[in-house]
T-cell receptor, first 115, second 111 residues
Framework: DAGITQSPRHKVTETGTPVTLRCHQT?????MYWYRQDPGHGLRLIHY???????DKGEVSDGYSVSRSKTEDFLLTLESATSSQTSVYFC??????????????FGPGTRLTVL | QKEVEQDPGPLSVPEGAIVSLNCTYS??????FMWYRQYSRKGPELLMY????GNKEDGRFTAQVDKSSKYISLFIRDSQPSDSATYLC???????????FGAGTRLFVKA
């Protein structure tokens, strides 16, 4: 298995509180991604990073921010959690393959419940 | 219109059946077509990928791409209970790093 860990694995929090999820990789891959997975919507990209301090928005970025200060760590922050952000969050990594397909390796996921 | 459409199921079949999973897409620029398998409470894992049109076979699994119809399929022969999972189609442009995922189809194979 690719070396990707996510912490925490489960979290219950209250509306309005800040939450930070951490993704850590040991593969030295360039790209890192945060997705959320909800029934009927599949995997939706929240933010991604293409290098240290280089990040960009995905399709569902409102209410989320990210930071990448080291190659191995990618943090996702919910500044003020809302019930609509209850979801399963997956981190993924991929190599820089300009001439080939881009396989993504996923972490085990974080189940977040916002009450 | 979503870039990729996939029937979420669930699809329930008896052991030994042939399973057909499908996706349609709208952007003709996609060149790589992948299938990820996701077991319950786990992250997705790449099962197969195909470049451009045609078929690719790996054991009991066959991936098929018809670019003229913008239609991709995954066939599972002699399905087993261990094949019970969610199958997500995924598409990407050549050299790109962002992957577009389908919603996933939940498959149950009954012993």
């Amino acid at each position: 298995d690719a070396g990707i860990t996510q912490s925490p694995r489960h979290k219950v929090t209250e509306t309005g509180t800040p939450v930070t999820l951490r993704c850590h990789q040991t593969e030295n891959h360039r790209y890192m991604y945060w997705y959320r997975q909800d029934p009927g919507h599949g995997l939706r990209l929240i933010h991604y990073s293409y290098g240290v301090k280089d990040t960009d928005k995905g399709e569902v970025s409102d209410g989320y921010s990210v930071s990448r200060s080291k190659t191995e760590d990618f943090l996702l922050t919910l500044e003020s959690a809302t019930s609509s952000q209850t979801s399963v969050y997956f981190c993924a990594i991929s190599e820089d393959r300009k001439s080939s397909y881009n396989e993504q390796f996923f972490g085990p996921g974080t189940r977040l419940t916002v009450l | 219109q979503k870039e990729v459409e996939q029937d979420p199921g669930p699809l329930s079949v008896p052991e030994g059946a042939i399973v057909s999973l499908n996706c349609t897409y709208s952007n003709s620029a996609f060149q790589y077509f992948m299938w990820y398998r996701q077991y319950s409470r786990k992250g997705p894992e790449l099962l197969m990928y195909t470049y451009s049109s045609g078929n690719k076979e790996d054991g009991r699994f066959t991936a098929q791409v018809d670019k003229s119809s913008k239609y991709i399929s995954l066939f599972i022969r002699d399905s087993q209970p261990s094949d019970s999972a969610t199958y997500l189609c995924a598409l990407i442009n050549t050299g790109g790093f962002k992957t577009i995922f389908g919603a996933g189809t939940r498959l149950f194979v009954k012993a």
